[in-house]
């Protein structure tokens, strides 16, 4: 279960750094609250179902990104994607915020 904490916390802040977005502002927006989301990142509690698929939604990634081994990487074309086992998977950007 750590390994699990470790790569959410790990995958999640790297996400959150690459789109220059606080702690605040990440829980503000994916509707979860801001003291969850530091206990997450970490590894102090695991997510519900429903917090995971918020957060990766706000994030514009898969949840199953949230969980995997590996950095999320950036193309020359600016697009980002994380290998694993061998084979690329595309990390979708978020919608533009309105408020932002």
Do not use: F, W
């Not at 959150?16 to 206990?39: F, P, Y």
């Amino acid at each position: 279960m750590d390994g699990v904490r470790e790569r959410l916390a790990t995958n999640m802040r790297r996400l959150r750094a690459a789109r220059g977005i606080s702690q605040e502002r990440l829980a503000l927006e994916a509707g979860v609250d801001r003291t969850m989301l530091s206990k997450i990142e970490r590894r102090i509690s695991n997510p519900s179902m429903e917090t995971l698929l918020k957060l990766a939604n706000r994030l514009g990634v898969d949840p199953v990104v949230l969980l995997e081994p590996g950095p999320v990487s950036s193309l020359s074309d600016g697009s980002n994607y994380r290998m694993t086992t061998g084979h690329p998977i595309a990390v979708h950007e978020p919608a533009p915020c309105e408020n932002s």
